[in-house]
């Protein structure tokens, strides 16, 4: 398995720019979600999803996007890149065999994003 | 919302000493409280984690403790090596939402030789 994938690893985008970060999981995990990664705070949640056609809002999401058509993918837009979009963008996915708790996500290698 | 809190943003211990790091959580509906760790250009992985039907987890030379009344939550790593420098989130959620996993801001863990 390969685990939880992203793409790219890098990009460099210009303000108002519009791009998509994909994700996809080989798991057959129901859950997924994105965080970004800023230094000094932590990991916080931009949207997330329990299974293909339901998504939700977490901590920030004002200026991305999802969409879960189908239960590998879980690919994040951005709809107007901002300079405070610079982030580092981790897509993560959980399964869960006990519906009374949480379960470990596992994370994808990241993508670096840059906007100037 | 749920928010986790987490104390300190930085730790320095001499190696072999050890070293705790404390988050509080403010939602008393949360009931699972993982601890990943995220060493420098890696993703987190999970390390240890607890639910809130026990009070206190081990796992060799890491332990997590959670005080449900106080809603406060610590990782223990006891006889510290150097590998064990990374930062380290806590983090909590609840069973009716086990997708959204609300994180600390993480605590820098150094060792010194």
């Known amino acids: 398995n390969a685990g939880v994938t992203q793409t790219p690893k890098f990009q460099v985008l210009k303000t108002g720019q519009s791009m998509t970060l994909q994700c996809a999981q080989d798991?057959?995990?129901?859950?997924m979600s994105w965080y970004r990664q800023d230094p000094g705070m932590g990991l916080r949640l931009i949207h997330y999803?329990?299974?293909?056609?339901?998504?939700d809002q977490g901590e920030v999401p004002n200026g991305y996007n999802v969409s879960r058509s189908t239960t590998e993918d879980f690919p994040l837009r951005l709809l107007s890149a901002a300079p405070s979009q610079t982030s580092v963008y981790f897509c993560?996915?959980?399964?869960?065999?006990?519906?009374?708790?949480?379960?470990?996500?596992?994370f994808g290698p990241g993508t670096r994003l840059t906007v100037t | 919302g749920e928010n986790v809190e987490q104390h300190p943003s930085t730790l320095s211990v001499q190696e072999g000493d050890s070293a705790v790091i404390k988050c509080t959580y403010s939602?008393?509906?949360?009931?699972?409280f993982p601890w990943y760790k995220q060493e420098l250009g890696k993703r987190p992985q999970l390390i240890i984690d607890?639910?809130?039907?026990?009070g206190e987890k081990k796992d060799q030379r890491i332990a997590v403790t959670l005080n449900k009344t106080a809603k406060h939550f610590s990782l223990h790593i006891t006889e510290t090596q150097p590998e064990d420098s990374a930062v380290y989130f806590c983090?909590?959620?609840?069973?009716?939402?086990?997708?959204?996993?609300?994180f600390g801001s993480g605590t820098r863990l150094s060792i010194r030789p």
């Open positions: 607890i639910r809130s039907n026990v």
């Open positions: 999803s329990v299974g293909a056609g339901i998504t």
């Open positions: 993560a996915s959980t399964s869960r065999t006990d519906y009374s708790w949480g379960a470990e996500q596992y």
């Open positions: 798991m057959n995990h129901e859950y």
């Open positions: 983090a909590a959620s609840m069973s009716s939402s086990a997708s959204k996993i609300i």
């Open positions: 939602d008393s509906a949360s009931n699972y």
